[in-house]
Protein backbone atom coordinates (compact mmCIF):
# COMPACT_ATOMS: atom_id res chain seq x y z
CA UNK A 1 0.00 0.00 0.00
CA UNK A 2 1.66 3.17 -0.79
CA UNK A 3 2.53 5.71 1.53
CA UNK A 4 1.96 9.15 1.37
CA UNK A 5 5.04 10.83 1.61
CA UNK A 6 3.76 13.76 4.30
CA UNK A 7 6.86 15.61 5.72
CA UNK A 8 7.30 15.39 9.33
CA UNK A 9 7.33 18.52 12.25
CA UNK A 10 10.75 18.85 11.26
CA UNK A 11 11.54 19.97 8.15
CA UNK A 12 10.61 23.52 7.48
CA UNK A 13 11.21 26.43 8.93
CA UNK A 14 8.81 30.15 9.15
CA UNK A 15 6.07 31.84 9.72
CA UNK A 16 2.15 31.92 8.65
CA UNK A 17 -0.92 34.07 8.22
CA UNK A 18 -1.18 33.97 11.99
CA UNK A 19 -0.26 35.89 15.25
CA UNK A 20 3.86 37.28 16.18
CA UNK A 21 5.20 39.39 18.66
CA UNK A 22 3.68 43.23 18.93
CA UNK A 23 7.32 43.11 16.87
CA UNK A 24 8.77 40.01 15.38
CA UNK A 25 8.54 36.90 13.76
CA UNK A 26 9.98 34.99 16.73
CA UNK A 27 6.64 34.29 17.92
CA UNK A 28 5.83 32.12 15.69
CA UNK A 29 8.85 30.67 13.32
CA UNK A 30 8.12 27.14 14.53
CA UNK A 31 4.81 26.65 13.37
CA UNK A 32 6.20 26.23 9.97
CA UNK A 33 7.81 22.98 11.56
CA UNK A 34 4.12 21.06 11.20
CA UNK A 35 1.98 20.82 8.34
CA UNK A 36 3.96 20.38 5.24
CA UNK A 37 3.44 17.55 2.67
CA UNK A 38 6.59 16.16 1.41
CA UNK A 39 9.80 14.15 3.05
CA UNK A 40 8.30 11.82 5.24
CA UNK A 41 10.85 9.24 5.11
CA UNK A 42 9.77 5.34 3.58
CA UNK A 43 12.52 3.72 3.54
CA UNK A 44 16.55 3.68 4.32
CA UNK A 45 18.39 6.53 2.13
CA UNK A 46 17.78 10.40 1.35
CA UNK A 47 16.27 13.34 0.44
CA UNK A 48 17.39 17.45 -0.15
CA UNK A 49 15.05 19.61 -0.45
CA UNK A 50 14.50 24.09 -0.78
CA UNK A 51 12.11 25.82 1.10
CA UNK A 52 10.45 29.22 0.77
CA UNK A 53 7.92 30.62 2.77
CA UNK A 54 6.76 34.24 2.76
CA UNK A 55 4.73 36.41 5.76
CA UNK A 56 3.54 39.79 5.58
CA UNK A 57 2.02 41.03 8.80
CA UNK A 58 0.51 44.21 8.26
CA UNK A 59 -2.42 44.18 10.91
CA UNK A 60 -2.75 44.94 14.43
CA UNK A 61 -4.61 42.44 16.70
CA UNK A 62 -5.15 42.49 20.32
CA UNK A 63 -7.42 39.85 22.08
CA UNK A 64 -9.32 37.67 19.14
CA UNK A 65 -9.84 40.74 17.01
CA UNK A 66 -8.34 43.34 14.63
CA UNK A 67 -7.45 46.11 17.03
CA UNK A 68 -6.65 50.15 16.06
CA UNK A 69 -2.77 50.25 14.59
CA UNK A 70 -2.55 53.30 17.28
CA UNK A 71 -1.96 50.86 19.50
CA UNK A 72 0.69 49.20 18.19
CA UNK A 73 4.22 51.36 17.53
CA UNK A 74 5.34 48.54 14.99
CA UNK A 75 3.39 48.77 11.61
CA UNK A 76 4.47 45.89 9.14
CA UNK A 77 7.15 42.96 9.48
CA UNK A 78 7.50 41.43 5.93
CA UNK A 79 9.48 38.00 6.09
CA UNK A 80 11.03 35.81 2.99
CA UNK A 81 12.28 32.37 4.47
CA UNK A 82 14.45 30.49 2.44
CA UNK A 83 15.75 27.11 3.67
CA UNK A 84 17.71 24.29 2.84
CA UNK A 85 17.59 21.28 4.05
CA UNK A 86 17.47 16.85 4.22
CA UNK A 87 17.48 13.80 5.98
CA UNK A 88 19.13 10.42 5.56
CA UNK A 89 17.47 7.31 6.69
CA UNK A 90 20.48 4.59 7.86
CA UNK A 91 18.21 2.05 8.28
CA UNK A 92 14.28 1.60 8.87
CA UNK A 93 14.65 2.81 12.06
CA UNK A 94 17.20 5.57 12.43
CA UNK A 95 17.62 8.76 10.12
CA UNK A 96 18.94 12.27 10.87
CA UNK A 97 17.92 15.69 9.58
CA UNK A 98 19.33 19.21 9.05
CA UNK A 99 17.81 22.73 8.23
CA UNK A 100 20.07 25.34 7.10
CA UNK A 101 18.05 28.89 6.67
CA UNK A 102 18.46 32.33 5.43
CA UNK A 103 15.69 35.26 5.97
CA UNK A 104 15.54 38.42 4.63
CA UNK A 105 13.19 40.74 6.86
CA UNK A 106 11.89 44.35 6.14
CA UNK A 107 10.38 46.22 9.69
CA UNK A 108 8.63 49.26 9.67
CA UNK A 109 8.23 51.05 13.13
CA UNK A 110 7.48 53.85 14.65
CA UNK A 111 9.41 52.97 17.84
CA UNK A 112 11.66 56.38 17.59
CA UNK A 113 8.27 58.43 17.09
CA UNK A 114 8.48 59.26 13.23
CA UNK A 115 8.34 55.90 10.88
CA UNK A 116 11.32 54.40 9.72
CA UNK A 117 11.61 51.09 7.78
CA UNK A 118 14.77 48.35 8.04
CA UNK A 119 15.98 45.81 5.44
CA UNK A 120 17.99 43.19 6.97
CA UNK A 121 18.71 39.51 5.85
CA UNK A 122 20.88 36.84 7.70
CA UNK A 123 21.59 33.38 7.83
CA UNK A 124 18.59 32.06 10.93
CA UNK A 125 19.01 29.07 13.37
CA UNK A 126 20.18 25.85 12.17
CA UNK A 127 17.67 22.77 13.41
CA UNK A 128 19.92 19.56 13.45
CA UNK A 129 17.41 16.49 14.86
CA UNK A 130 17.13 12.49 14.76
CA UNK A 131 14.40 10.72 13.40
CA UNK A 132 13.86 7.03 14.82
CA UNK A 133 10.83 5.38 13.23
CA UNK A 134 10.63 2.01 14.55
CA UNK A 135 7.79 2.58 16.41
CA UNK A 136 6.05 0.27 13.04
CA UNK A 137 7.11 -2.15 10.36
CA UNK A 138 6.15 0.65 7.95
CA UNK A 139 7.77 3.62 9.10
CA UNK A 140 4.04 5.44 9.67
CA UNK A 141 4.92 6.18 13.09
CA UNK A 142 8.19 8.75 13.94
CA UNK A 143 8.99 10.12 17.02
CA UNK A 144 11.74 13.14 16.57
CA UNK A 145 14.42 14.95 19.14
CA UNK A 146 16.89 17.83 17.95
CA UNK A 147 18.39 20.95 18.66
CA UNK A 148 17.87 24.45 17.67
CA UNK A 149 20.92 26.38 17.12
CA UNK A 150 21.81 29.83 17.79
CA UNK A 151 23.49 30.63 14.31
CA UNK A 152 21.11 33.29 13.69
CA UNK A 153 21.98 36.83 14.05
CA UNK A 154 20.42 38.09 16.90
CA UNK A 155 22.42 41.01 17.24
CA UNK A 156 21.06 43.92 14.11
CA UNK A 157 20.98 46.67 15.62
CA UNK A 158 17.52 48.09 14.25
CA UNK A 159 15.41 44.76 15.07
CA UNK A 160 13.95 44.50 18.60
CA UNK A 161 15.29 40.84 20.03
CA UNK A 162 11.55 39.64 18.77
CA UNK A 163 12.11 40.67 15.10
CA UNK A 164 15.59 39.48 14.98
CA UNK A 165 16.09 36.71 12.50
CA UNK A 166 18.03 33.92 15.32
CA UNK A 167 16.40 34.45 18.64
CA UNK A 168 19.94 34.14 20.57
CA UNK A 169 18.73 30.95 21.98
CA UNK A 170 19.58 26.99 21.73
CA UNK A 171 16.07 25.20 21.84
CA UNK A 172 15.06 21.67 22.52
CA UNK A 173 12.92 19.69 19.69
CA UNK A 174 10.66 17.21 20.63
CA UNK A 175 7.78 15.44 18.04
CA UNK A 176 6.01 13.29 16.64
CA UNK A 177 4.19 12.10 13.93
CA UNK A 178 1.62 9.12 12.37
CA UNK A 179 0.84 8.76 8.55
CA UNK A 180 -1.85 5.93 7.62
CA UNK A 181 -4.17 4.99 4.86
CA UNK A 182 -7.89 5.91 5.11
CA UNK A 183 -9.01 3.94 1.98
CA UNK A 184 -7.86 0.44 0.85
CA UNK A 185 -6.41 1.05 -2.17
CA UNK A 186 -3.93 3.87 -0.90
CA UNK A 187 -5.95 6.78 -2.57
CA UNK A 188 -6.74 8.05 1.03
CA UNK A 189 -4.44 9.04 3.66
CA UNK A 190 -4.42 10.91 7.16
CA UNK A 191 -1.84 12.21 9.33
CA UNK A 192 -0.79 13.84 12.03
CA UNK A 193 2.12 15.82 13.81
CA UNK A 194 2.99 17.67 16.76
CA UNK A 195 6.36 19.55 17.52
CA UNK A 196 7.39 20.84 20.98
CA UNK A 197 10.17 23.61 21.40
CA UNK A 198 12.00 25.06 24.19
CA UNK A 199 14.80 27.27 25.02
CA UNK A 200 17.60 25.30 27.02
CA UNK A 201 20.11 28.64 26.68
CA UNK A 202 19.11 32.02 26.16
CA UNK A 203 21.35 34.82 25.25
CA UNK A 204 21.38 38.82 25.64
CA UNK A 205 19.16 38.27 28.38
CA UNK A 206 15.73 37.54 25.87
CA UNK A 207 14.03 34.38 26.34
CA UNK A 208 11.94 33.56 23.84
CA UNK A 209 8.38 31.78 24.37
CA UNK A 210 8.11 28.27 24.13
CA UNK A 211 6.13 26.77 21.59
CA UNK A 212 3.66 23.97 20.76
CA UNK A 213 2.57 23.07 16.93
CA UNK A 214 0.48 20.61 15.63
CA UNK A 215 -1.11 19.35 12.42
CA UNK A 216 -3.81 17.17 11.66
CA UNK A 217 -4.86 16.25 7.36
CA UNK A 218 -5.89 13.96 4.57
CA UNK A 219 -4.70 14.15 1.01
CA UNK A 220 -6.11 11.99 -1.75
CA UNK A 221 -3.55 10.53 -4.27
CA UNK A 222 -6.17 9.09 -7.12
CA UNK A 223 -5.05 12.23 -9.83
CA UNK A 224 -2.34 11.51 -12.75
CA UNK A 225 -1.62 13.78 -14.74
CA UNK A 226 1.72 13.21 -17.59
CA UNK A 227 4.28 11.97 -15.09
CA UNK A 228 2.99 13.58 -12.33
CA UNK A 229 0.89 12.17 -9.22
CA UNK A 230 -0.79 15.26 -8.34
CA UNK A 231 -2.47 14.76 -4.59
CA UNK A 232 -4.31 17.54 -2.92
CA UNK A 233 -4.01 18.42 0.70
CA UNK A 234 -5.96 19.89 3.49
CA UNK A 235 -5.07 20.07 6.82
CA UNK A 236 -5.57 21.87 10.65
CA UNK A 237 -2.68 23.28 11.95
CA UNK A 238 -3.16 24.46 15.87
CA UNK A 239 -0.14 26.54 17.79
CA UNK A 240 0.34 27.97 20.95
CA UNK A 241 3.13 30.01 21.89
CA UNK A 242 4.06 31.50 25.50
CA UNK A 243 5.15 35.15 26.69
CA UNK A 244 8.64 35.85 26.02
CA UNK A 245 10.73 36.88 28.98
CA UNK A 246 13.82 39.44 29.76
CA UNK A 247 14.11 42.44 27.66
CA UNK A 248 12.21 43.40 24.24
CA UNK A 249 8.07 43.21 25.08
CA UNK A 250 6.81 40.39 26.91
CA UNK A 251 3.41 41.82 28.04
CA UNK A 252 2.67 41.77 23.93
CA UNK A 253 3.97 38.47 22.50
CA UNK A 254 2.11 35.37 22.87
CA UNK A 255 -0.91 33.56 21.74
CA UNK A 256 -2.83 30.64 20.77
CA UNK A 257 -4.37 30.18 16.76
CA UNK A 258 -5.80 27.87 14.66
CA UNK A 259 -5.36 27.55 10.80
CA UNK A 260 -6.36 25.54 7.99
CA UNK A 261 -3.86 25.12 4.87
CA UNK A 262 -5.39 23.70 1.55
CA UNK A 263 -2.44 22.82 -0.66
CA UNK A 264 -0.82 20.52 -3.73
CA UNK A 265 1.59 18.27 -4.24
CA UNK A 266 3.15 16.96 -7.53
CA UNK A 267 5.10 13.76 -7.08
CA UNK A 268 7.59 13.13 -10.32
CA UNK A 269 9.17 10.20 -8.86
CA UNK A 270 12.66 11.58 -7.36
CA UNK A 271 11.44 14.87 -7.59
CA UNK A 272 8.32 16.21 -5.77
CA UNK A 273 7.01 19.74 -5.60
CA UNK A 274 4.34 20.93 -2.96
CA UNK A 275 2.67 24.38 -2.21
CA UNK A 276 -0.06 25.58 0.56
CA UNK A 277 -1.79 28.58 1.36
CA UNK A 278 -2.70 29.11 5.35
CA UNK A 279 -5.60 31.16 6.76
CA UNK A 280 -6.10 31.71 10.16
CA UNK A 281 -10.05 30.77 11.39
CA UNK A 282 -9.43 31.64 15.30
CA UNK A 283 -6.26 33.89 16.70
CA UNK A 284 -6.16 34.92 20.12
CA UNK A 285 -2.96 37.17 21.43
CA UNK A 286 -1.68 38.74 24.49
CA UNK A 287 -1.32 42.66 23.63
CA UNK A 288 -1.07 43.70 20.37
CA UNK A 289 0.74 42.12 17.77
CA UNK A 290 1.40 42.28 13.85
CA UNK A 291 -0.46 39.36 12.27
CA UNK A 292 -1.01 38.68 8.36
CA UNK A 293 -3.97 37.83 6.81
CA UNK A 294 -1.88 34.80 4.66
CA UNK A 295 0.94 32.81 4.31
CA UNK A 296 2.19 31.14 1.32
CA UNK A 297 4.77 28.09 1.44
CA UNK A 298 6.35 26.00 -1.64
CA UNK A 299 8.66 23.38 -1.15
CA UNK A 300 11.09 21.26 -4.23
CA UNK A 301 12.33 18.08 -2.48
CA UNK A 302 14.74 15.48 -4.26
CA UNK A 303 15.02 11.58 -3.34
CA UNK A 304 18.32 10.98 -3.78
Given at each position: ????????A??A??LF?????????????????V????????G?G??V?????????T?????????P???????K????????????????D?????????T?????????????E???????????M??????????????????????????YA?????????????????????????????DWN??????????????????P???????A??????????T??????????????????????????G???????????????????????????????????????????F??????
Amino acid sequence: MPRSPLKPALLALALFALPTAAQACACGCAVFDVGTASLLPSGPGGSVFLEYDFLNQTTNWSGGHAAPGAGNDDKKIRSDFFVAGGQYMFNNDWGVMVEVPVTHRGFLTADSGAPEEFDHTAFGDVRVMANYTGLSNDMSTGIIAGLKLPTGDSTYANFDPDVEIGSGSTDVLLGAYHTGALTQNGDWNYYGQIMWQHQIATQHHYTPGSELNGAAGVSYQGWTVGTAQISPVFQFIASYRGRDGGVGDPANTGYARLLVAPGLKADFGTWTLYADVEHPVLQSVNGNQLIAPVALKFVASYRL
